[in-house]
């Protein structure tokens, strides 16, 4: 098979990057990228959390020794050290520290340095329980985990900025500290805080947001339910109210932009903190981003690091690969397409799913290959040496229990291999190439499908943007995941999948792209109220129903209902699951692409009624899903309508390879990664192989890709 590049063209100068920020004055900081101790500092990132306080210190030389034979070239340390950092309130401890940094840089082992905030000391809890956060319910978060502090606490605060400033003071001038990692995956255990602390800054949130409380009385729409309140005085947090009580769902949204703001506020306050000391060095902290997860609004938060780290926890099963892809791609474009810190991910098992799968059959090499693909230009691990007690001592790690003798070291050093040949090649600080069509995501979208006062209660934004981008993966395409408030206009496709609440500027840089003459994908549950949970009068999708060109009055939520159909047939042989919305007209503009047919469909009264339509506005089209179909029905939407001239042809092909282009302005890497078990045959390969992963040689110019294979190129433009 010969491999089509369906993604867009290719470099050009870099100007300042927009901000991501959900406000009017949001401001983005300059890319700055965490320098290695090679001759030139350059050079992909290579290493894991690094946890030295959990091991005698007889253990460190062999540490050292094995990294350096592993290629790592990078740690993070200290991560969750406080207690041995600040053993009491008045007792301070940098000896350790400062011994073991000296080790690892006197060996060429870049340091990333923690805030260590993540975990505060047993005794910071004891002299002071009101830092911990409390639940729903009033229940108090009990110390003994990690974050167990409020974000709002004016007294953790206090402590954590002291901490922040005497480690800033200590090693501002330590030449084997290159980056500072702040906390660690802020809002793990205390995204949700119902404290009188939490209550206090909400309605201060409340009153720097909306400035009076007649607008936010207005946009709550209080006059439901009796809930008027006559200052911010009143404003509650959205605390349990009963079994069988339903949250204000305007309230219930600002309480989770609240939430996310509060701690990134908090990490602000670290960051400041420290860089008024050692302004020097770029400092950054981990996303949680995978498509099981996305607790924050990181659009927002990579205005305010240098760079953009992420955790990544793989997705047992057929779907592996195409997961990964998925978050990568969101991350990169939080990043906006500037290469990004995968900071964790794992060798193999996890000891926290509810079914820990190993990796296997090269899976650590390919995953790792996989996220230098999709931009990222460091591969960290959590963690160096597999913990021997604790909560994650059956975490794998790049040294096991079974130790130096073992195969998940071998492959970790097998990867450093490739790695430093992917750094002498030049890939660090090559970008990835842009596709040709942005699947739309937001954080308020993924928040608001989580509603209980919805149509449904199976909505889910973040895993609709997910089967999008599968189906456009079996297409033989690959699309690109891009934040709802970054710059799409130079794509020739946006999709907007379950996209239920929009603003009106979200809506008319909609119409106005489409008026441009670009094409835009509504689905089932897009536009259906504005950003205060209001609906949108007059039919749906009112937020959108001009450029759709179409009404519908109801929506048809299917389920298993005794003696009703949990299904719905369409025209065009696809099958609508969960939802169907009832069109009653449809535009003079548009064209009916396919109806509901059949028995269950006339069942449902929904027999002839336009399911898939077509709409002429402007120079562009807009394409409405109205029901929420599989993955094979999208894939083949996708093949039919929106793939190109000629996808048909070469989908069998390509779609058995997931094929992403890094890029300078003279060369390019393309990466060629099988999506499923069976190997792959590629005809012939553009420029010289620089990595072949459980690939070979055909003889005729190709390669055969045996599963789980990454065949890496490079190319002089």
């Known amino acids: 098979m010969t491999v089509t590049d369906t993604s867009a063209s290719t470099v050009t100068e870099r100007t300042a990057d927009k901000p991501l920020g959900h406000g009017p004055d949001a401001v983005r900081r300059p890319f700055r990228w965490p320098a290695l101790l090679t001759d030139n500092g350059r050079g992909i990132a290579y290493g894991g959390d690094y946890n030295p306080d959990q091991w005698p210190e007889d253990v460190w030389d062999d540490d050292v020794r094995l990294m350096v034979k592993a290629g790592v070239n990078t740690v993070a340390l200290a991560i969750f050290s406080w207690d041995r950092i600040q053993p009491t309130e008045d007792t301070w401890d940098f000896d350790w520290l400062d011994r073991i940094i000296d080790k690892l840089g006197r060996a060429g082992i870049a340091v990333d340095l923690a805030s260590a905030t993540a975990a505060a000391p047993l005794w910071l809890y004891e002299k002071h329980p009101e830092v911990l956060p409390i639940e729903r319910n009033g229940d108090v978060v009990n110390a003994g985990s990690r974050q167990s502090w409020r974000p ?79 200052s911010f005085d009143e404003v509650l947090l959205p605390r349990h109210m009963g079994g069988d009580s339903m949250v204000n769902p305007g309230q219930m949204l600002d309480y989770e932009r609240f939430g996310s703001d509060c701690l990134k506020e908090f990490y602000k306050a670290e960051r400041d903190a420290i860089e008024a000391i050692c302004p020097g060095k770029p400092f950054t902290t981990n996303f949680m981003v995978s498509t099981d997860q996305c607790c924050m609004d990181y659009a927002d938060w990579s205005d305010d690091v240098d760079f953009v780290s992420n955790d990544h926890y793989f997705t047992a099963g ?59 230009d460091a591969i960290c691990f959590f963690q160096w040496r597999q913990s021997r007690s604790g909560a994650e001592c059956f975490h794998s790690a790049m040294l096991p229990h079974a130790g130096e003798d073992s195969a998940v070291y071998r492959e970790v050093c097998e990867l450093g291999g490739m790695l430093r040949t992917l750094s002498d090649a030049g890939v660090q600080g090559s970008e990835v190439r842009r596709s040709r069509t942005a699947i739309l995501f937001d954080a308020d979208c993924e928040w608001m499908t989580r509603c209980e006062t919805l149509p449904s209660m199976k909505l889910n934004h973040w895993h609709d943007v997910r089967d999008w981008y599968y189906a456009f993966l079996d297409a033989g395409v690959r ?29 008319d840089r909609v119409r106005g792209y489409v008026r441009d003459g670009g094409r835009v994908v509504i689905g089932y549950a897009t536009g259906l109220m504005d950003e205060t949970f209001h609906t ?41 699951r969960l939802w169907a919305n009832v069109v009653t007209s449809v535009a003079d503009s548009a064209a009916v692409l396919a109806t509901y047919e059949g028995a269950d469909a006339e069942e449902w009264e929904l027999d002839g009624v336009p399911a898939l339509v077509r709409n002429a506005y402007g120079d562009g089209e807009a394409y409405y899903v109205g029901c929420d179909l599989d993955r094979k029905a999208l894939g083949d939407f996708v093949r039919g309508y929106l793939a190109g001239a000629g996808a048909a042809e070469v989908a069998a092909a390509d779609a058995a390879i997931l094929h992403t282009v890094r890029e300078t302005a003279n060369v390019c890497f393309d990466f060629y990664l099988p999506r499923g078990k069976e190997d792959v045959t590629l005809e012939s390969v553009p420029g010289d192989v620089i990595i072949a992963h459980r690939c070979e040689p055909n003889g005729n110019g190709g390669y055969t890709l045996h599963r789980n294979a990454t065949l890496i190129t490079r190319t002089t433009k």
């Open 152 to 230: 709002t606490s004016p007294v953790f605060r206090e402590y954590a900025l002291d901490l922040c400033r005497r480690l800033a003071e200590h090693y501002k001038d330590n030449p084997y500290v290159t980056a500072w990692h702040m906390n660690n995956e802020y809002g793990w255990n205390n995204r949700h805080d119902y404290s009188d602390d939490s209550l206090r800054e909400f309605r201060r949130w409340c009153e720097r947001k909306y400035g009076t409380i007649d607008a936010l009385n207005e946009a709550w729409g209080t006059a439901f339910w009796s809930q008027h309140v006559n």
């Open 318 to 376: 057929r779907d592996h690969l195409d997961e990964l892809a998925c978050s990568d791609s969101l991350v990169s474009g939080f990043a906006q397409r500037r290469p990004w810190y995968l900071m964790e991910h794992s060798t193999s098992a996890v000891q926290w799913k509810p079914l820990n799968s190993r990796k296997r059959h090269g899976q650590l090499v390919r995953d790792a290959l996989a996220h230098v693909a999709l931009g990222s």
């Open 479 to 507: 699309a690109d995941v891009v934040p709802l408030r970054a710059d799409w206009s130079e794509y020739d496709t946006i999709v907007m999948p379950t996209m239920i609440n929009l603003s009106e500027f979200a809506c």
């Open 536 to 576: 949108a009068l007059g039919g749906y999708p009112g937020m959108l129903r001009d450029v759709a060109g179409v009404r519908a009055e109801e929506f048809n939520i299917l389920g298993p209902v005794d003696g009703d159909p949990d299904t719905v047939g369409l025209s065009s042989g696809a099958i609508a």
